[in-house]
């Protein structure tokens, strides 16, 4: 059973910053592609940013400039950095891994507990 653990989460101001990270447990996270989804009250799930095996991003069109995400392979672990952040932004967010070689086209495979992030205005 493959487990994702999320942390980093929390209230901040419009402008301000977090730092997502999660923490997996899978044997096979070197070869698999790693993304962080939100969803926010009312609206749909959508894939903020991914990350491939080999270190290729893609980013939501609105977070674009604003968001980072990186993966450590020794540690199993997948950040994402977000400054500045806006109201928008508020939503749960999910850590994700997609199966070994699987391609970020195709829903992923495990999911986190997710983590609240809430931006004021």
């Known amino acids: 059973q493959v487990q994702l653990v999320e942390s980093g989460g929390g209230l901040v101001q419009a402008g301000g910053s977090l730092r997502l990270s999660c923490v997996t447990s899978t044997s096979a996270f070197a070869n698999s592609a790693m993304g962080w989804y939100r969803q926010a009250p009312g609206k749909q799930r959508e894939l903020v940013a991914s990350i491939t095996r080999t270190d290729i991003t893609n980013y939501v069109d609105s977070v674009k400039g604003r968001f980072a995400i990186s993966r450590d392979n020794a540690k199993k672990t997948v950040v994402l950095q977000m400054n500045p952040l806006k109201p928008e932004d508020t939503a749960v967010y999910y850590c994700?891994?997609?199966?070994?070689?699987?391609?970020?086209?195709?829903?992923?495979?495990?999911w986190g507990q997710g983590t609240q992030v809430t931006v004021s205005s």
């Open positions: 994700t891994a997609w199966l070994p070689f699987a391609p970020t086209q195709s829903p992923p495979k495990y």
